[in-house]
């Protein structure tokens, strides 16, 4: 069952709209619904809010301001993860960014909330903001850490010797801007008292987490918060934490007793749920002339918002990429008045891989040598900072897999040397490295009598094919068909899990899924064993085998079915854990990552500069796959995100305002089909065996790292001109 291109399971009730996301649940009766009022200033106090005409219009039931709102709990920053921390709204008049709530309009229709939000009137004196990055990147403080805990600062030989007395040097700036994580589905909250109870419809990857932090923010029991999420439209770290339109929905829920219904605009989303920081990163690499790395240093700044602190692992991959004696990274903050920086698609890795697989480029260029041929030169033996051996590296694999399948000997050697008609034509390559990580989740798996199996767990499925892959793997792991196993997800009630995040989902859910399978296993042959009337009676468990919903031992046989109607008519059950890697031996003493190369076709017109994908093909490295058409689907995406990345995505900040100018997907631009013609994701076989019992790995974000740097170094490659602020736009290259 495993390594099967099953389809979704929940394909069918996806494609007829019988899947409910957080804003179509109607269990609660008609619910009120609420509309966020946003500042419209950047830095300032409100001096005046007038509610009188908006609680006047038509079926208004409530206007929340920082005057009514409850008290709520505080920020706690000694609660180890920020997603598990109390997110308070409407605490004061002090406005920390534009766009930031002042007030929540509750009323009987959608419409009649947004009119009347228009009647709020808020008067502010307006502060001097700091909202250009430019102005502001030089003035930089050290973060105490930087996101999933990582150092801010490492350094290994000396760097400046190293450099100094490199043969070869490439020192370049590169930037990267505002982006955001955007699933289709926008953020949504459907909040319901029930007596003491609050029941929470979200859009949420980590369910225990939003049930935590709406507890603290409300200051509630969390037995008490009841988090539903069995279908997400996609997180992409967006939907990491809960954000203003859950509290808000929440605190008007409790306030009026009736069930409230918040969700934001897409221009919302763009103020209030936060962003890639912006970055500038130094990189500079020494080499010798025959290619090898003498010293790497990678230095980052990037902006963060001043009370919730913020640092993307910007530089942390460059400490396990290549090979080289003299190393040194940094990560530097600068605050400024703007939304909070976030998780998003691959933090840290994404733009940091954007600047060091382009230097890596330049580098190859100067050295006049092939850039798959300078990463296979540079790969080291061990985790070269963290001084491990890798668990199961397979770059070089993956690099020369793709050159083979690409036909990489047929890459323009000079760049700007090949023409098609109109079209300059230019192949780029990238490697790409992601950590692999695991947390705690706990997933429950009960045999009914009927001979079915239900796998439990508060696990979400973001879009990823979690249903499926669970189903494949409780079905393997106790030898039913794959429709005797039905999965549960998404509910705060059942076992905790980390959620989908981080690429960690699929491995810890089915890990943990697995050894839940095998703890039942055991309890079912020890009832057959001590049961006269079992055929497998007093026969040796270890000869037993799973199929098709039989146990065989020899020559005898008996259903799980049977083994369970007769020994627990009630459901046999047994539950699987998985722990925090901080508690894994493997996860110290092993650098444990997934791999990959990324190769890229482009055709730039030699008049207008317009850059066209012409191809794209990606070779990873991930362990063992649970499923490939899934795995293939999260690979592609994450490569057309880079795409994105390298030629398209871009927010801009209005220096007077602080506000995104561009804050929709008419002015924000993503890949779109036309984009998007040929691209194809290949997977090496493998296993990880001390990454978990499995032998799996994550592949979410993987398919990003390295992918734009491909597509960009195809663009010099075609054309000679080298842009490292990002993304690389027409005018850019003209
Ligand atoms: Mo991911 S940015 O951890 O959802």
Redesign the pocket.
């Known amino acids: 069952m495993i390594g099967h291109a099953v389809d979704r399971v929940d394909g069918p009730l996806k494609a007829t709209g019988r899947a409910a996301y957080a804003y179509e649940h109607w269990e609660a009766g008609r619910p009120l619904y609420g509309f966020i009022v946003g500042a419209t200033i950047g830095k300032g106090r409100i001096t005046r809010i007038d509610t009188e005409d908006a609680e006047g219009a038509p079926g208004v039931h409530l206007v929340m301001t920082h005057l009514n709102a409850p008290v709520q709990g505080p920020r706690d920053e000694s609660v180890s993860f920020e997603y598990w921390r109390a997110q308070p709204e409407l605490t004061g008049p002090d406005v920390h960014h534009y766009g930031e709530p002042v007030a929540l309009v509750v009323a009987g229709t959608l419409e009649q909330a947004r009119a009347a939000a228009d009647l709020v009137e808020v008067e502010y004196s307006t502060g001097r903001g700091r909202f250009d990055f430019g102005e502001y990147e030089d003035d930089v403080y050290i973060p105490k850490v930087v996101n999933a805990g990582l150092p801010t600062d490492t350094e290994v030989g000396d760097f400046q010797a190293g450099f100094d007395n490199a043969e070869v040097k490439v020192d370049q700036h590169y930037t990267t801007p505002y982006e955001f ?1 955007l699933p289709i589905e926008p953020n949504a909250c459907l909040a319901e008292p029930r007596g003491e109870d609050l029941v929470v419809y979200v859009s949420s ?1 980590i369910v225990n987490a939003a049930r935590a932090s709406v507890a603290a923010t409300l200051r509630m029991n969390p037995e008490r918060v009841h988090v539903v999420a069995p279908f997400v439209g996609g ?6 934490g809960i954000h203003s339109e859950t509290i808000l929905a929440a605190l008007a829920a409790r306030t009026l007793n009736r069930p409230v219904k918040v969700a934001m605009t897409r221009q919302q989303v763009f103020q209030l749920v936060g962003m890639r920081p912006i970055s500038s990163q130094r990189v500079r690499l020494g080499a010798e002339r025959d290619g090898r790395l003498t010293a790497i240093a990678h230095d980052v700044t990037m902006h963060t918002n001043p009370d919730i602190e913020y640092a993307e692992q910007t530089a942390a991959t460059t400490r396990s990429l290549y090979a080289a004696p003299h190393r040194l990274t940094s990560h530097r903050l600068a605050a400024l008045d703007l939304p909070r920086g976030t ?5 840290g890795e994404a733009p940091g891989m954007l600047a060091v697989e382009s230097a890596m480029d330049e580098l190859a260029d100067a050295l006049g040598m092939d850039p798959v041929e300078l990463r296979i030169r540079n790969e080291p033996t061990v985790d070269p900072e963290r001084n491990v051996p890798y668990s199961d590296r397979h770059l070089v694999d993956c690099l020369r897999e793709g050159a083979r399948r690409f036909g990489w000997e047929n890459r323009p050697a000079t760049p700007a040397s090949v023409r098609e008609g109109r079209w300059l034509i230019g192949y780029g390559m990238s490697a790409a490295i992601r950590g692999h990580f695991q947390g705690p989740t706990a997933v429950r798996v009960r045999l009914e009598a009927d001979g079915t199996a239900v796998v439990r767990t508060d696990m979400t499925d ?1 879009g990823t094919g979690t249903y499926t892959i669970l189903t494949q793997v409780a079905a393997e792991g106790l030898g039913l068909p794959l429709d005797r196993v039905r999965i549960e997800l998404g509910l705060s009630d059942l076992p905790a899990s980390w959620g ?4 960690w989902g699929a491995t810890n859910s089915c890990t943990a899924t697995h050894r839940a399978c095998m703890a039942l296993r055991e309890k079912l042959l020890e009832a057959a064993r001590g049961d006269a009337r079992s055929p497998l009676h007093g026969l040796s468990p270890a000869e037993a085998v799973f199929s098709d919903g039989d146990v065989g031992i020899g020559g005898a046989t008996e259903t799980l079915g049977e083994i369970v109607a007769r020994s627990h008519p009630e459901g046999l059950e047994a539950e699987g854990q998985v722990r925090y890697m901080g508690d894994e031996p493997n996860y110290s003493d092993y650098s444990i990552n997934t791999y990959g190369a990324h190769f890229a076709e482009v055709g730039v017109d030699a008049d207008t500069a317009e850059i066209r994908l012409r191809r794209m093909l990606g070779v990873f490295s991930v362990g063992r796959v649970f499923n490939p058409k899934t795995t293939r689907s999260q690979l592609i995406g994450g490569m057309v995100w880079g795409v994105g990345a390298a030629l398209e995505e871009e927010a801009v900040v209005d220096p007077r305002s602080g506000a995104f100018v561009n804050r929709d997907l008419a002015g924000y631009l993503v890949p779109v089909h036309a984009d998007i013609t040929d691209v194809d994701a290949v997977v090496l076989d493998g296993y990880d065996d001390k990454a978990n019992v499995l032998g799996a790995k994550g592949v ?2 993987v398919g990003i790292c390295g992918a734009g740097a491909s597509v960009v170094n195809a663009v010099f490659n075609a054309t000679g001109v080298r842009v490292r602020d990002f993304p690389v736009t027409i005018e850019k290259v003209l």
Do not use: C, N, T, W
């Open positions: 994580s990857q997180g992409f770290g967006s939907k990491l998780d998003v698609r691959a933090p973001i989908s995040g981080g690429s979410g974000e």
